[in-house]
């Protein structure tokens, strides 16, 4: 006799297969997302914690992100990506790159490494 559970994939292990749907307005479904996010999970595995008043899962997938920081990082990707256009135009033209533009374009490559890890919650 083999066991066959030890090649099984972990979607073929699962044991929730039941999917159980409900309507909620704009305004329930973004606080639900605020307060699974301010738990540190997932929506579903929120709501299921909430609704079988069960403790929370001790894996928890994601890490909350401030919004605040992953605003200034798409800011701060938008000049990045400004910056290494503006050095590709000028290199495909001939022209002189100054060490400014590649110091700002490091710059703008540090503070954007910087945001992703306050993100994130850590320190570079």
């Known amino acids: 006799m083999t066991d066959t559970t030890a090649s099984r994939s972990g979607t073929e292990t699962r044991q929730r297969g039941k999917l159980l749907q409900i309507r909620v307005t704009a305004d329930e479904l973004a606080e639900i997302e605020r307060q699974a996010e301010r738990a540190e999970l997932t929506p579903a595995s929120y709501a299921r914690s909430v609704l079988l008043s069960a403790p929370a899962p001790r894996a928890r997938r994601r890490p909350a992100v401030e919004r605040q920081e992953v605003a200034r990082l798409l800011g701060e990707l938008g000049k990045v990506g400004s910056n290494l256009n503006q050095i ?28 992703c890890l306050a993100a994130l919650g850590r320190k570079g």
């Open 88 to 115: 590709a135009h000028r290199l495909h033209t001939g022209q002189a790159i100054g060490s400014n533009s590649l110091a700002a374009a490091l710059d703008d490559v540090r503070a954007m490494r910087d945001a």
